[in-house]
């Protein structure tokens, strides 16, 4: 059987200062050491199509159809990229995906060069929520996001998770702290998606 690539370099994760973060874990908790032994925090790898990846995705937003060849030729892109760290949580005992997230690094001429970090596609699954993982996730992908040297990390959330996420340390920034859209969806261009296959409030497409 061929050997699973990963997206980016696992031993990054082994290294993230968890004391630098803001976020109260109770008990502590870590990428490296997540608290259970069943539990792994590590990159995307090619074989985690076949484990519910794009399933648990499927919880934040809709996904469509996407075959094993168009997961692995978008895996393949990201790779070549270095710009994506999509950062997964398995339940080993089941061989399963139960949370993501992902920073997207932005390559910029301002800042003196500089990246900016964004946090993207947050979800734990469902059966799996309020045992700190969201935290976890969210809190290893900022904690890399300044170790591959970002300037800083941005996010857009829905109001609901505005606590979430300053409990984390995220901030609402005054007087800069909107995010406006255009959709190109079904052949046209507008600020509101009123499309009749988006899921309602809960699972708002990103
Ligand atoms: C948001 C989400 C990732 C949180 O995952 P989780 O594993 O339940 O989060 P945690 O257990 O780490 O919770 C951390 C803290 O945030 C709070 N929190 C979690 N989900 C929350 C929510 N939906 N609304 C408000 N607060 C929430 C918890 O109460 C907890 O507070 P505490 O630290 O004071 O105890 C999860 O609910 C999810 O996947 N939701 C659906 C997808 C989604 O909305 N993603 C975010 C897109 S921006």
Redesign the pocket.
Known sequence: MQEELSLYDPSLLLGLDFFRSPA?FNPRISAAVPGETWLKVRPLQTGDYNRGFLQILS??TKVGDVSLTQFLNRFAQMRASGDYYVTVIVDTRHDKII?SATLVLERKFIHGCGTRGRLED???DDT?????????IVVTVTLLAEQLGCYKMS????D??I??YK?IGYALEPGNANTMNIRYENGTISANRTGGNCKPDD?EPS
Do not use: A, E, H
């Open positions: 109260g919880q934040l949370g947050v979800v734990v799996y929520r309020g045992k700190q993982l969201g935290k976890l996010l857009d959330c829905k609901k998770l606590p979430f409990s699972t």
